[in-house]
C-alpha cells in the first residue's frame, strides 16, 4: 500500500487535508460540557497535525486512528520525543469497523476524513461509540454557493459526487440523532496550508519519476486538484460541523 503513488504523493506532508490549528482551535473551544478528561477518537488522523493540536487544548486521552501505519508511526516518534505517549495512542484500524466499545467517547474527531466512509454513513455508525450528549466533530467537502461553474461541478460530481450545501447537511445530522451546534468554513488559508506542501512535492516527484506514467498521471491530477481550487475556491469549500449526540433515537 504504501508504495501506491497516492502514498508517494503524501508522504513527509505535515497535513493530509485542508486545515489549520486555528480552525481545530476554534472547532474545540465551540464544544461546551466536555468532561474534564475526556475520551477522544481522532478518526483517520494521517500524520496527526491536529491530533497534536486537540492535546494542547486538552487534558484528556486521544486515541489516534488510521489505517496507514506510516502515518501513525511518524506520529507515535512525535509523541514520544514531546513525551505525550499516555496522552496520544495510536491505532492501526478502519474506520469502517472500528475496535472501541460502545458508548466509550466523549468526542468523536475528523478533519477531512469521514468522506472516506460517507458522511451519512459515518455519522450514524460513529454514533454508538459515543457517550450519551457525546460529541461529533467533522470537517467535510461542502458547496458555498447553489450554482456552480460547469468544470468544478464535473470535477467534483466525479470525485466526490456526496458533496453537498451545508443545509442539507444539517439535515442529515438531525435524521442522524444529533444537535448541530455550530458549523463554519475553513479560511482560505487552511487549504494552502494542505496545499503549499503538497505543490512542492508533486514537483519534486516530477523529476524523481520521470518517466513513469502511472506517476506522472497522480501528480497531474494531483496538481489538477490544486489548480482547480486557486480558480474555483468561492465555491466550494470544508466546513466544521460540531454535533452533540441526541438521547431520544
Same mark, same amino acid.
Given at each position: 500500500?504504501?508504495?501506491?503513488?497516492?502514498?508517494?504523493?503524501?508522504?513527509? !506532508?505535515?497535513? &493530509? +487535508?485542508?486545515?489549520?490549528?486555528?480552525?481545530?482551535?476554534?472547532?474545540? *473551544?465551540?464544544?461546551?460540557? /466536555?468532561? =474534564?478528561?475526556?475520551?477522544?477518537?481522532?478518526?483517520?488522523?494521517?500524520?496527526?497535525?491536529?491530533?497534536?493540536?486537540?492535546?494542547?487544548?486538552?487534558?484528556?486521552?486521544?486515541?489516534?486512528?488510521?489505517?496507514?501505519?506510516?502515518?501513525?508511526?511518524?506520529?507515535?516518534?512525535?509523541?514520544?520525543?514531546?513525551?505525550?505517549?499516555?496522552?496520544?495512542?495510536?491505532?492501526?484500524?478502519?474506520?469502517?469497523?472500528?475496535?472501541?466499545?460502545?458508548?466509550?467517547?466523549?468526542? !468523536?474527531?475528523? &478533519? +477531512?476524513?469521514?468522506?472516506?466512509?460517507?458522511?451519512?454513513?459515518?455519522? *450514524?455508525?460513529?454514533?454508538? /461509540?459515543? =457517550?450519551?450528549?457525546?460529541?461529533?466533530?467533522?470537517?467535510?467537502?461542502?458547496?458555498?454557493?447553489?450554482?456552480?461553474?460547469?468544470?468544478?461541478?464535473?470535477?467534483?460530481?466525479?470525485?466526490?459526487?456526496?458533496?453537498?450545501?451545508?443545509?442539507?447537511?444539517?439535515?442529515?445530522?438531525?435524521?442522524?440523532?444529533?444537535?448541530?451546534?455550530?458549523?463554519?468554513?475553513?479560511?482560505?488559508?487552511?487549504?494552502?496550508?494542505?496545499?503549499?506542501?503538497?505543490?512542492?512535492?508533486?514537483?519534486?516527484?516530477?523529476?524523481?519519476?520521470?518517466?513513469?506514467?502511472?506517476?506522472?498521471?497522480?501528480?497531474?491530477?494531483?496538481?489538477?486538484?490544486?489548480?482547480?481550487?486557486?480558480?474555483?475556491?468561492?465555491?466550494?469549500?470544508?466546513?466544521?460541523?460540531?454535533?452533540?449526540?441526541?438521547?431520544?433515537?
Amino acid at each position: 500500500m504504501s508504495n501506491h503513488p497516492f502514498f508517494e504523493i503524501h508522504k513527509d !506532508i505535515p497535513r &493530509e +487535508g485542508p486545515g489549520n490549528n486555528e480552525s481545530t482551535r476554534k472547532a474545540f *473551544r465551540l464544544l461546551n460540557g /466536555l468532561p =474534564a478528561h475526556p475520551n477522544i477518537l481522532d478518526v483517520g488522523c494521517g500524520p496527526g497535525m491536529q491530533t497534536k493540536e486537540l492535546a494542547t487544548l486538552t487534558e484528556g486521552t486521544i486515541t489516534a486512528l488510521d489505517r496507514h501505519e506510516p502515518f501513525l508511526r511518524e506520529l507515535e516518534k512525535w509523541t514520544a520525543e514531546h513525551g505525550l505517549t499516555q496522552q496520544i495512542k495510536t491505532v492501526q484500524g478502519d474506520m469502517f469497523d472500528m475496535p472501541f466499545p460502545q458508548e466509550s467517547m466523549d468526542l !468523536i474527531w475528523s &478533519e +477531512g476524513a469521514i468522506y472516506i466512509i460517507g458522511f451519512e454513513r459515518g455519522l *450514524r455508525e460513529w454514533r454508538k /461509540l459515543l =457517550a450519551p450528549n457525546g460529541y461529533l466533530v467533522v470537517s467535510e467537502l461542502t458547496w458555498l454557493t447553489q450554482e456552480r461553474p460547469d468544470e468544478i461541478e464535473a470535477f467534483w460530481m466525479e470525485n466526490y459526487p456526496a458533496i453537498k450545501q451545508a443545509e442539507a447537511n444539517e439535515g442529515i445530522i438531525e435524521e442522524a440523532g444529533y444537535h448541530l451546534l455550530h458549523h463554519f468554513t475553513l479560511p482560505e488559508a487552511g487549504w494552502w496550508e494542505y496545499y503549499r506542501p503538497l505543490q512542492e512535492r508533486v514537483a519534486l516527484l516530477r523529476e524523481r519519476y520521470d518517466g513513469q506514467v502511472e506517476m506522472q498521471q497522480a501528480l497531474d491530477e494531483t496538481q489538477r486538484e490544486i489548480d482547480l481550487y486557486k480558480k474555483y475556491g468561492a465555491y466550494y469549500g470544508y466546513a466544521f460541523y460540531i454535533m452533540q449526540r441526541q438521547n431520544d433515537k
